[in-house]
């Protein structure tokens, strides 16, 4: 199990019962590289994907998803966003996290026929949101501004 050691600025490793440091070097910051060289700034919301290669973690006060590749030679770096922000877990179960570099303050999410299920003010740290309110399936997620600047893209919430 991975967890985000959100207050020593640290990526953690438990494994049976045993504690130990994936990435993070204890200071706050915003390093990639080497696993004992990366900084982190009140890490949190950790996911492994389905291969267990490679651990995404919310880097809350960096505002930014950063990817953890393991192996040999661990190290870590910025997810690189398409869309100007970035979600995960995708699909996902019960909240997301999501990083931002355009200031966005209300969240719409829609079902496929455009019905909306989801729509209200949002501004709060760290960035993640609550699902439990939605069935599995797949949805738009929408990030808009008070100029009607939006981006949206896809959410697969899992059973």
């Not at 999410?109 to 949101?129: H, N, V």
Request: glycine content about 8%; overall charge negative; hydrophobic content about 40%.
């Amino acid at each position: 199990m991975f967890v985000g050691d959100t207050y020593n600025y640290r990526i953690r490793l438990i494994d049976a019962g045993t504690v130990s440091t994936l990435a993070g070097n204890g200071i706050a910051g915003w390093v990639d590289g080497l696993d004992s060289l990366a900084e982190f700034n009140r890490p949190r919301g950790v996911v492994v994907d389905a291969t267990g290669y490679y651990v995404y973690v919310c880097d809350n006060l960096n505002n930014v998803i950063r990817k953890i590749t393991l192996g040999i030679g661990t190290s870590v770096e910025e997810v690189k966003m398409k869309n100007d922000f970035a979600i995960f877990p995708n699909p996902a179960q019960g909240v997301i996290y999501f990083s931002r570099t355009h200031f966005f303050n209300r969240i719409t999410i829609t079902d496929l026929s455009g019905r909306e299920m989801i729509k209200e003010a949002f501004d709060r740290r760290p960035y993640e949101f609550q699902l439990e309110s939605l069935s599995p399936g797949v949805y738009l997620l929408t990030l808009s501004d008070e100029q009607s600047f939006a981006k949206t893209i896809k959410l697969i919430i899992a059973e």
